[in-house]
């Protein structure tokens, strides 16, 4: 009865993980479709930046949080059928993307200046875009980056400055200096979303870990159990009469 209940426990705890890990991952696969749809990462010659380490950075993000998602189903197929050849396959894509996501806060840690440059680059890489109208997605990453910024346009000429003081009412820096200035003070948030993802996996793959070693214990429990009974007399041999009496 201990096993049976530690592995229910192991269960429910893996699927409260794996309602967090899943949300997690779709807001992931969500923000870098979103920004890589906003831009096209080729041709822009206007602006003098390239874009393509950008583009390539939210490819790496849509690919890993699709990724996540896909080991969560195999996760779902081994704790449901309590295949241990699975799950400890499950373990070991557990543990790869738990180092993939340390590194990602790592790398995001210690470049936080380099990703806030290229975020300055991605809003006037849209900005010019918009003139042309060719990127739908833009037009709405570009607004919803002027109001979290709380900024105007890629540079504040006197004409753009006085139309921004009316609208805010308040002093506003051009979006590039914005951007960097945000990133520079709340990029940390960053690297705690890449090591709390990696926090869920590691709790995920303990419990996997104690489900293993559960389902292990109680096989060999019942084997036992059964040998126990294999080896007794027979019922019908036990009470047997001597016939020659």
């Given at each position: ?204 793959l303990v419990c996997t870990c ?36």
């Amino acid at each position: 009865m201990p096993l049976d209940r530690f592995r229910k426990l192991c269960k429910i705890i893996f699927k409260v993980l794996d309602v967090f890990i899943a949300v997690s991952a779709s807001l992931m696969f969500l923000l870098g479709l979103c920004l890589r749809l906003s831009f096209s990462a080729n041709g822009i010659v206007s602006t003098g930046f390239n874009t393509q380490a950008f583009a390539n950075g939210m490819t790496v993000l849509m690919v890993l949080a699709v990724l996540i998602i896909i080991v969560l189903f195999i996760g779902e197929y081994g704790y449901r059928h309590e295949n241990t050849t699975v799950l400890g396959l499950f373990s070991i894509l557990l543990a790869t993307l738990t180092g993939l996501l340390i590194g990602g806060g790592a790398f995001a840690y210690m470049r936080h200046k380099e990703i806030g440059e290229q975020l300055a680059k991605f809003y006037i890489t849209i900005d010019f875009q918009k003139k042309t109208n060719k990127y739908p997605m833009g037009l709405t990453t570009h607004s919803m980056i002027e109001y979290m910024c709380n900024c105007c346009g890629p540079t504040l000429s006197s004409q753009g400055k006085f139309k921004c003081l009316l609208n805010t009412l308040e002093t506003v820096l051009d979006c590039p200096s914005a951007i960097i200035n945000i990133y520079q003070s709340k990029g940390h948030l960053v690297t705690w979303f890449f090591f709390g993802n990696a926090a869920l996996l590691g709790l995920a793959l303990v419990c996997t870990c104690l489900l293993m070693r559960n389902i292990k214990m109680s096989r060999q429990n019942t084997t036992v159990d059964f040998t126990l009974v294999q080896g007794q007399p027979p019922p019908s041999t036990m009470f047997k009469h001597d016939s020659t009496l």
